[in-house]
């Protein structure tokens, strides 16, 4: 029976995001206490250095998807393995400015952090660098064969190897970390199953789709036309890097290691919060670029972005509401007594979030109206800026600092500026949209938040009493959204969606 691969392969992403997202809150709080606050940021801090060289990408694989899809379409297959063949030489020169790279910084480790980790912290850290760097060497070309694997649109395979690796690096690490391993061997771990999975999508590619690389003749259009195109995914990864993981590199370098392990715990919850607004807005691309294409009105459009917005708003205020009132307890319990700033951490970053995410539509009404370089490069400018009032502000205030420069660069890049450009040349009605997304809704959880202070009083630090006070904010926020937040419309929808859950399972 053949498969539906789009069909099994969203489902298979959804479980691969549950699984990942799991693992990671169970796998994380045995890491930290095994390996100590001090080893933990180490850990983190190598992690997040070898990220910046990992954005010497520069956003092949997606290149790869788009221009492989393209040429199986026309049934071109010369110029599929001309393409082919170009980008594999683009990555063996990509492989080996990376060691090149990653030499000259192994060797330049100890300068680098000679004011903030003691000499057998550096010591680690080489050992820890020059394995990520030999593996991220060896395994970025991996990224060509999961994007021809993605254009021949087998999604049901690459799926199953990142759950398949997901489970078994949990349980070998957890198993690792009983014998009482450390960073070093986790690493190691990681860069052994890389590997593993770049040999077994290789062997998809030759064997299964019975893809070639064959040699032709290299035409400098080739390559001028694959970096025009992958020059914008280029600018999007590097300033993913900037905004994420820039405070992680200067806290390593002006701070400690133990600066470093504070403000990774904060960003991760600043992360699954990013992941909460994404389930919406990905689904409109084919019905908002329909709408362009019948030329829709600014006001019609933001209509659409009103929509989605209250929806996310509900989602992401829900969220917020609860982090807000129990999440300092969540992380004493979840990553220990010395993480309790992390929760204002995460929080100094969920605040410009709040709102960026909930306009996320609005990213899919640039890239529908083939709009969205503007955002790139003010995106770019902007986190370059988040560098410079980082590097101060980590000086005069460590971890706190690194997090109000975050936040600071996403409320001017992603709040101030692109909804200027909203307003002026997309069309879009940012006071209306504002305005209706908050009516009602920001009441509510402003009550319901101030409601579910009462249960702060409930003062015990134990799983139990945190679960039943979630429960308590989540019964009341359910009331005062349903009864004096949402709408009519957002009434019948849910009822709507309620009665065919009912149905499919009677």
């Known amino acids: 029976m053949k498969i539906n691969q789009l069909k099994f392969g969203i489902y298979l992403s959804y479980v691969s995001l549950f699984l990942t997202n799991i693992t990671n809150l169970v796998l994380t709080p045995f890491i930290i206490r095994n390996l100590g606050q001090s080893e933990y940021g180490l850990y983190t801090l190598i992690g997040a250095f070898v990220g910046y060289i990992a954005v010497l990408d520069f956003g092949l694989s997606n290149t790869t998807v788009r221009f492989v899809a393209k040429y199986r379409v026309e049934g071109n297959k010369e110029e599929e393995e001309r393409f082919l063949y170009s980008t594999t030489i683009i990555y063996l020169i990509i492989t080996a ?8 910084i192994y060797l330049n480790l100890d300068a680098i952090f000679r004011n903030s980790l003691t000499v057998s912290e550096i010591e680690i850290a080489k050992i ?5 760097v030999i593996n991220l060497g060896l395994t970025l070309p991996m990224n060509l064969f999961k994007g021809i694997i993605t254009a021949y649109e087998r999604f049901v395979f690459p799926r199953l190897l990142t759950i398949a690796r997901t489970v078994l690096r949990a349980i070998v690490v957890l198993i690792l970390l009983a014998f009482g391993y450390k960073a070093v061997a986790i690493v190691l771990v990681d860069a052994l199953f890389n590997v593993a999975m770049m040999i077994l999508s290789m062997l998809y590619v030759f064997v299964k789709l019975n893809i070639r690389i064959k040699r032709h003749k290299l035409f400098f259009s080739v390559f001028k036309e694959i970096f025009s195109y992958s020059s914008l995914i280029f600018i999007s990864v590097v300033v993913d890097q900037l905004y994420w993981r820039i405070g992680h590199l200067l806290l390593g370098i002006l701070a400690s290691t133990s600066e470093v392990a504070i403000f990774s715990i904060g960003m991760v919850f600043g992360q699954y919060f990013i992941t909460f607004s994404t389930a919406i807005s990905g689904v409109f691309l084919p019905k908002i670029t329909k709408m362009v294409v019948k030329n829709a009105t600014g006001e019609e459009l933001t209509d659409i972005f009103i929509k989605t917005g209250r929806f996310q708003f509900i989602i992401l205020g829900f969220v917020f509401g609860g ?6 307890k969540f992380i004493l319990l979840w990553a220990g007594p010395n993480y309790g700033i992390s929760w204002i951490i995460a929080l100094i970053v969920m605040l410009p979030l709040l709102i960026v995410l909930i306009q996320t539509i609005g990213i899919t009404i640039l890239q529908a109206k083939n709009m969205h370089g503007f955002r790139a490069f003010a995106y770019l400018i902007i986190s370059f800026i988040n560098v410079f009032i980082s590097i101060y502000l980590v000086g005069k205030m460590g971890a706190i600092g690194a997090a109000i420069g975050t936040s600071l660069s996403l ?16 069309g879009l009605n940012i006071p209306r949209f504002f305005k209706e997304v908050f009516r009602g809704l920001l009441p509510s959880l402003g009550i319901s938040i101030a409601i579910g202070s009462i249960l702060l009083l409930l003062s015990d630090t134990t799983w139990l009493t945190l679960i039943s006070q979630c429960v308590s904010y989540t019964f009341v926020f359910i009331i005062f959204i349903w009864y004096f937040g949402i709408n009519k419309f957002e009434k019948n929808l849910i009822k709507k969606e309620l009665r065919k859950i009912k149905r499919s399972k009677n």
């Not at 990376?98 to 030499?103: A, D, E, K, N, R």
């Not at 820890?128 to 990520?132: A, G, Q, S, V």
């Not at 409320?411 to 500026?417: D, E, P, S, T």
């Open 323 to 328: 982090f807000l009132l129990f999440g300092k």
């Open 97 to 104: 400015i990376i060691l090149v790279i990653g030499t000259i």
């Open 411 to 426: 409320f001017l890049g992603n709040i101030v500026a692109i909804n200027i450009y909203y307003q002026i040349k997309v």
């Open 128 to 132: 820890m660098f020059i394995i990520l």
